[in-house]
């Protein structure tokens, strides 16, 4: 039932998707997967809260219990999986929290995420959007040390953006560079996700004074076909404010 859902949800029919998580979730009450995936679905749909709801009572259900493997729905180069059960649990809820705005209910989710963030990717990910979930609560310092233990050498296979996006932040890149990159041939995916972290650097450092500028990388964020990408989500929210 969880790969059907999956599945249902990869090709884009993410309102049938949650139906399959819904009756997964009612047949076996006590597997967090189910709400694990729906919450995550729930996000795609800009339901938010709906999406904490799910996330927190998945946060119940492994409470006390061993972490595990989530294997990837598209496989890496590596057919290496990088994200478990509890790392994308928090990890969801926090997101879901940030797009709301509740960045202290997100900086919570977030270092319970990085907790079990146990692999190069997944710490990536998360330091990423703890970074940003900081720097949002004008805690740019505690923002500096996080990214600061992030080594220059990690061995990343998939997110490869955010490491690049944690670069900038600790001063190993420069914002033009990523501004270059974005707009030149990179894919959809990576102009949505390097984009939209670039646009808050912009943003919350008022950057040579280019706010403007993070509005319109925004804008070109949701002009693109990345509907379902959290970088595309997030660039909506900012842009309804």
Known sequence: MIWLGRRIAYLGHYKNAIQVFTEGAE??????????????????????????????????LIKGKPDQIEPDGLPNARNTPTSTLQSNIWYHLGLAHYLKRDFKAALKAYRE??????????????????????????????????VATIKPDLDVIENADYYKLIRLYQGRTTADELLKEINGESSPLSKASIGYGLGNWFLYNNYNNRRDEAEKIFRQIILGNQWASFGHIAAEAELSR
């Open 27 to 60: 047949k076996f009450p006590d597997d967090a997967r189910f709400l694990r995936h729906r919450g995550h679905r729930f996000i795609t749909l800009r339901c938010f809260d709906l999406a904490i709801a799910d996330l927190n009572r998945a946060v119940k």
């Open 113 to 146: 995420a990085e907790k079990v963030s146990t692999n190069p990717d997944m710490l990536v990910a998360t330091t990423n959007w703890l970074y940003m979930t900081l720097r949002r609560l004008g805690r740019e310092k505690e923002a500096t040390k996080v």
